[in-house]
T-cell receptor, first 116, second 112 residues
Framework: EPEVTQTPSHQVTQMGQEVILRCVPI?????FYWYRQILGQKVEFLVS????????KSEIFDDQFSVERPDGSNFTLKIRSTKLEDSAMYFC??????????????FGPGTRLTVL | GQQLNQSPQSMFIQEGEDVSMNCTSS?????WLWYKQDPGEGPVLLIA?????ELTSNGRLTAQFGITRKDSFLNISASIPSDVGIYFC????????????FGTGTSLTVIP
């Protein structure tokens, strides 16, 4: 069964460093998302992406964050200058085989980001 | 952002018992999804609901899209130890690439 994959599974970085989290959404899906989850808390929306542009973003997704779909398969989240409070699990998700599809949203296994 | 309140916050039940949990909001949603999350892993989709009043089953799990479109319910029948985990509801107000708002989660413990 197709699944969303994410790399790395765990990233440790120093405060102020840039990190890039990578995701491979389900093939032929059209909508891509990044969420984060601080330990013990609920899942929070960061950004959604469709047709090579951001569809929606939350207030968490400030100028330090950016997303890119550099080729036909990868979807990346970049944090330019990490802060301690960026430490969290970051989940990629994808949805829909065709525009307007009612297909559900599927999550990847996550990347645990630890900022020291 | 929208608030999705899940109740109960946690449940401790005996193996074989049925479980009911719900998710409520003050706003209307067009899609409801239910996920199960194990520690350190990503949410796994259990059931998707797209129409008010819809009742959908997935094995021992049954979920309903509330008539008011402001709530959803998940039932698990004859619980087993592997049902242990955190259950999240997620609602979408728009369509397509609009965000999903997540509930606060219900932690389920099944005692053998």
């Amino acid at each position: 069964e197709p699944e969303v994959t994410q790399t790395p599974s765990h990233q440790v970085t120093q405060m102020g460093q840039e990190v890039i989290l990578r995701c491979v959404p389900i093939s032929n899906h059209l909508y891509f998302y990044w969420y984060r989850q601080i330990l013990g808390q609920k899942v929070e929306f960061l950004v959604s992406f469709y047709n090579n542009e951001i569809s929606e973003k939350s207030e968490i997704f400030d100028d330090q964050f950016s997303v890119e779909r550099p080729d036909g398969s990868n979807f990346t989240l970049k944090i330019r200058s990490t802060k301690l409070e960026d430490s969290a699990m970051y989940f990629c998700a994808s949805r829909g085989r065709t525009s307007g599809s009612l297909d559900a949203q599927y999550f990847g296994p996550g990347t645990r980001l630890t900022v020291l | 952002g929208q608030q999705l309140n899940q109740s109960p916050q946690s449940m401790f039940i005996q193996e074989g018992e049925d479980v009911s949990m719900n998710c409520t909001s003050s706003s209307i949603f067009n899609t409801w999804l239910w996920y199960k999350q194990d520690p350190g892993e990503g949410p796994v989709l259990l059931i998707a609901l797209y129409k008010a009043g819809e009742l959908t089953s997935n094995g021992r799990l049954t979920a309903q899209f509330g008539i008011t479109r402001k709530d959803s319910f998940l039932n698990i029948s004859a619980s087993i130890p592997s049902d242990v985990g955190i259950y999240f509801c997620a609602g979408q107000q728009g369509h397509g690439g609009n965000q999903f708002y997540f509930g606060t989660g219900t932690s389920l413990t099944v005692i053998p």
